[in-house]
């Protein structure tokens, strides 16, 4: 039996790119999406659509309130896209509901919240993740397949390294990505480097210190450039970089983890990783492609589900994820290294 499945808010980038890869997953039906009352003129300034037009471009019927959309669809499961400050009320509304929810990056902006709704999946026996684009870029995912499989020894280090262009000059009035009250670049892109810290270092972030300024964006409310650390509970060490400043052809993202015996590299400008391994005089290069990492994220999260399996990005591992965005966020405006909730 398909899933049935709703799209809840319909004027974010991922809006639209969701209801695209779904449409292409044969386990998912696609009815509805509520548009949360936002009206045609934000959402052509910020998706180029009318309410109608998401709807004809998806094959979907168009509600304004979630839950009478859960309730008339029948709904097994929802894609969050909404404001990033309406995410953790209309996710554990959906949970409660008895829907599966899955919620466009970042997953939210506060610990407090993403365990709210960590806490409302485990009450309800549903499941709740989130979207790490990163995480589903092919070089990327066999750069952790080789490293969990033990090719560089045991971690002890990570470097990520997120590229953004720069911030554009945009209308921010009801814009899911860019509103004043949005994450802002510490969540919006930090989750990128917080999540794949976590992947590879590990879930346990202890503590965390970061520097964050804009200077090349002035028209920008954010901040434009990151630099922060991760300390870890096992003394595994993580640094991460964000770039949002400047309007050139550049990497998306580089990884670097570093092992007992070696270590492994991935470059998105190439798509493709090496691996440099004690005692051996060669690097082992390995995948030249670039995959769909939309349709490979939910391609994940929808076949366990459908399977009753454990999903590729648990909640579980979001929860840290803002936990370190809320410990870098504290620590640019402290000055001061910050401990980690959890």
Avoid at 12 to 22: K, T, V
Avoid at 161 to 172: L, M, N, P, S
Avoid at 316 to 326: K, N
């Amino acid at each position: 039996m398909a899933i049935r499945t709703g799209i809840i808010g319909i004027g974010s980038y991922y809006s639209n790119a969701f209801g695209r890869a779904l449409r292409r997953l044969p386990q998912v039906e696609l009815r509805a999406a509520a548009h949360l009352n936002q009206p045609d003129e934000t959402l052509v300034l910020n998706t180029r659509q009318t309410r109608d037009q998401f709807a004809e471009a998806h094959g979907v019927r168009l509600h304004a309130d979630p839950a009478e959309m859960i309730a008339e669809e029948k709904l097994d499961l929802v894609m969050v896209c909404a404001l990033d400050r309406m995410k953790a009320d209309l996710t554990v509304q959906a949970l409660d509901a008895g829907c599966h929810a899955y919620v466009s990056k970042p997953f939210c902006t506060a610990y407090a919240d993403a365990v709210r709704m960590a806490e409302a999946a485990r009450r309800a026996g549903k499941v709740v993740s989130t979207l790490e684009p990163a995480r589903y870029d092919g070089s990327i995912r066999q750069a952790h397949d080789r490293v969990a499989a033990g090719e560089i020894g045991e971690v002890i280090s990570v470097r990520a390294w997120i590229q953004h262009g720069q911030a554009g000059k945009r209308e921010r009035t009801d814009n899911v990505e860019f509103a004043d009250d949005s994450g802002g670049t510490l969540y919006s892109l930090g989750v990128y480097a917080a999540g794949l810290a976590n992947w590879f270092a590990g879930h346990d972030p202890e503590r965390a210190y970061a520097e964050a300024a804009n200077l090349n964006s002035p028209w920008h409310p954010f901040p434009d450039q990151m630099k922060g650390t991760v300390r870890y509970k096992s003394g595994r060490l993580a640094s991460a970089d964000i770039l949002y400043s400047t309007p050139c052809r550049a990497p998306t993202w580089e990884v670097e983890v570093v092992g007992r015996a070696g270590l492994v590299r991935v470059n998105h400008s190439v798509f493709e990783g090496f691996v440099y391994r004690s005692g051996e005089p060669h690097v082992t290069p390995f995948y030249r492609n670039q995959n769909d990492v939309i349709h490979e994220a939910l391609r994940r999260f929808v076949e366990p589900l459908e399977r009753g399996e454990a999903v590729d990005l648990p909640a579980e591992e979001a929860v840290p994820i803002v936990a370190v965005c809320d410990a870098w966020r504290e620590s640019a405006e402290s000055g001061q290294a910050v401990a980690v909730a959890g």
